[in-house]
């Protein structure tokens, strides 16, 4: 009776956690959001000097590689994205429609903390999946000075990962009988 019932539960929260992140579209887009602050808190940083060794006449050899078409800038930029989507919960906003929102102050949240607590975890889950699915194209976007602030939602949530469809807009509706 406890196995099953066990079994059960598992069956349940495997459920509950899948159709959390049913809205792929607006969960790829809150995604998105939080990259493009990145992007916009992003300082003018110097040309990456990677001429550490002499030549017989002891000049320098190596390159001096631009830091906006490094990959250190990419794994600056996507490390610790999914870690700040922790901040992130759902928020009801009418009887039909949830959109993610970026949390400020826990304390002062008006929905249940416990459920709000699930949901940033599953959209920090959501968003280490979706990085594993793009990360070698979005990195290689990065560094060829693709992605630029506005251009993050089409780049990865359409063109790369395909999770919203051929339109630009937000897709954040959800419906309750989704969660």
Request: hydrophobic fraction near 35%; aromatic fraction near 6%; glycine fraction near 4%.
């Amino acid at each position: 009776m406890a196995r099953s019932m066990l079994c059960l539960v598992s069956i349940f929260s495997i459920f509950y956690i899948a159709a959390c992140i049913d809205d792929n579209c607006a969960a790829c887009n809150a995604v998105a959001a939080e990259l493009e602050i990145q992007l916009s808190k992003e300082k003018p940083r110097s040309h990456l000097d990677m001429r550490h060794r002499l030549d017989s006449k002891g000049q320098r050899q190596g390159k001096v590689i631009d830091y906006r078409m490094s990959e250190l800038r990419a794994v600056e930029l996507l490390d610790g994205l999914c870690e700040k989507m922790q901040d992130y919960t759902l928020e009801k906003i009418d009887s039909s429609r949830r959109e993610w929102m970026k949390v400020d102050n826990w304390d002062i949240l008006t929905i249940d903390k416990q459920e709000a607590k699930a949901y940033s975890k599953d959209i920090s889950s959501y968003c280490g999946r979706l990085l594993e699915e793009t990360e070698d194209e979005l990195t290689e976007l990065i560094k060829k000075g693709s992605i630029k602030v506005g251009d993050v939602s089409k780049v990865l949530c359409q063109d790369l990962s395909e999770h919203c469809g051929g339109l630009s807009d937000n897709h954040s509706d959800i419906d309750d009988d989704e969660l």
